[in-house]
């Protein structure tokens, strides 16, 4: 069976067709191995990915601008239509401009956990795959990651990230964390139909697949009260807890206006591109190649048959105005819905916007990611928790992880030396902790280079100390030992 897309079409082009799933291989009733109690919420989650998959794939399109040509038929040819392709980049400009804001730098742990946590987040490499969960959950609303040892090198712990649209969860109201989830590993290439998945419940996590011919499950107990997978999740709300996406239906109608407005551009362009050359009272069919008649130098049109001389008009050309200030207007609507200046939209306004009106663009995204922050920062805690605990780490240490962000708003250089230092002044302490050197500028890289450093230079100066007063000692050994050769006395006597 061919794969096909959201919409039910086939798809043929071969690299479109790697990126889709088939929906109906998830139709699963049996499954060796799986506990009858845990069969029902497996098949929930296969109906929950099932239901969003078409939702989740079209933001990806839109994502990717591989969104399709939506406009009235009768004011666009048809071969214009066919040619129309996607040039508006809106929803990935969405997405983009607040993953930017969402820099993760490492946590902040107890010095017994330090080391252990930092060899997680570099094994991991976190410092590139949380910003992929990032991007994935603004498209999606919501990206998951799965916590689990490496069946290939036991003690190695997996932390890694999962797009929704490989994936799927049932949220726990009550405890307000996942109740369950899965994610899709494996799939036919050919026909995109699903040949892997893995089931995470409280307790054990169900590794599944069809090579024998049969749907077939190998039970990996956890030992956990919850799903080591946990979910990044944008704007969260109560009556949709797993987040929304960045890329609205707003967003994606606003995207469609404009690909219709520039189809409506190149179209009038181009009726437009050749002259429309009217000669009233001349026959229609005047000469065997009227265009050869257009670009030639001279011309000449006999009169008619009753002696009249033809005139001639020609159309002026359509104003692409219309269409430039449609495209602002639209343009400005995206704006107003993802608070991103429209200069970054690629429109120019007539009136450039001050310094004040683009700082305060600015500060509406630096807002909202730094909410986002608090959100992913809580996630990423409670996964790297999971971690820790796999490797038996002390509860009770675990609530002083605390995640390292960039800073999300651009400060010159000038004014944070300005606030260092009117800090430093007034409180030395804070100024010289991990949290003053970051509002600073500093990066968390920077800062533990600069500690190393500082504890290079204060076991440099332990020596130095030691050295002295070891030449002290010395000095002092041979000075007594030359008064108590001069005087013959012990040097205690003396």
Avoid at 156 to 174: K, N, Q, T, V
Avoid at 225 to 243: E, F, I, M, T, W
Avoid at 296 to 308: E, R
Wanted: proline share 5%; net charge negative.
């Amino acid at each position: 069976m061919p794969a096909t897309d959201h919409n039910g079409l086939a798809i043929t082009n071969p690299a479109t067709q790697d990126a889709y799933l088939a929906v109906q291989s998830a139709n699963i009733t049996r499954i060796k191995g799986v506990e009858d109690d845990d069969m029902p919420t497996i098949q929930k989650l296969l109906t929950t990915w099932r239901d969003h998959y078409a939702r989740n794939m079209l933001r990806a399109e839109y994502y990717q601008a591989r969104y399709r040509y939506n406009g009235v038929a009768y004011s666009i040819p048809k071969q214009m239509r066919a040619l129309a392709k996607p040039m508006i980049g809106w929803p990935n400009k969405a997405v983009r401009a607040l993953a930017d804001l969402n820099v993760f730098e490492g946590f902040d742990a107890p010095d017994p956990l330090q080391a252990q946590v930092d060899e997680l987040v570099d094994d991991n490499a976190w410092d590139t795959d949380v910003s992929e969960a990032i991007t994935s959950a603004y498209i999606h609303g919501c990206s998951f990651i799965t916590v689990c040892e490496d069946p290939d090198e036991p003690g190695r712990i997996l932390m890694l990230p999962r797009s929704a649209d490989w994936s799927a969860g049932i949220w726990d109201r009550r405890r307000r964390r996942l109740g369950s989830a899965l994610t899709i590993t494996d799939k036919d290439d050919r026909t995109g139909r699903i040949t892997a998945f893995t089931a995470w419940l409280p307790g054990k996590v169900y590794e599944i697949d069809d090579s024998e011919g049969q749907w077939t499950a190998r039970t990996i107990e956890t030992h956990l009260d919850r799903p080591s997978v946990v979910p990044l999740v944008n704007d969260a709300q109560s009556y949709h807890p797993l987040g929304n996406s960045r890329i609205t239906r707003t967003l994606m109608n606003l995207t469609d206006f404009g690909l219709r407005t520039m189809v409506r551009m190149e179209a009038t362009a181009e009726f437009y591109a050749a002259p429309r050359v009217w000669f009233i009272g001349a026959s229609k069919k005047f000469t065997d190649d009227t265009w050869s008649s257009i670009v030639s130098v001279m011309n000449g049109m006999p009169a008619n048959k009753n002696g009249d001389k033809p005139t001639m008009q020609q159309l002026q050309q359509a104003s692409m105005t219309p269409h430039a200030d449609m495209l602002r207007t639209i343009a400005l609507m995206v704006s107003s819905e993802t608070d991103i200046p429209v200069n970054d939209l690629g429109i120019t306004m007539d009136n450039p916007a001050s310094a004040e009106a683009m700082a305060e663009a600015e500060r509406k995204l630096s807002r909202t990611a730094d909410r986002q922050n608090k959100r992913f920062g809580r996630a990423l805690k409670e996964a790297m928790s999971i971690a820790l605990a796999y490797q038996g780490a002390d509860p009770d240490a675990l609530r002083e992880l605390r995640p390292i962000w960039a800073p999300v708003k651009e400060t010159s250089d000038a004014a944070r030396a300005d606030w260092y230092q009117k800090v430093a002044s007034t409180n030395p302490a804070f100024a010289d902790s991990d949290v003053g050197l970051t509002r600073a500028g500093l990066t968390w890289d920077e800062i533990k280079a600069h500690r190393a450093y500082e504890r290079q230079q204060r076991t440099q100066q332990s020596i130095d100390e030691l050295r002295a007063k070891l030449t002290i000692a010395k000095t002092d050994g041979k000075e007594a030992e030359a008064n108590e050769q001069q005087t013959g006395q012990p040097a205690a006597e003396q």
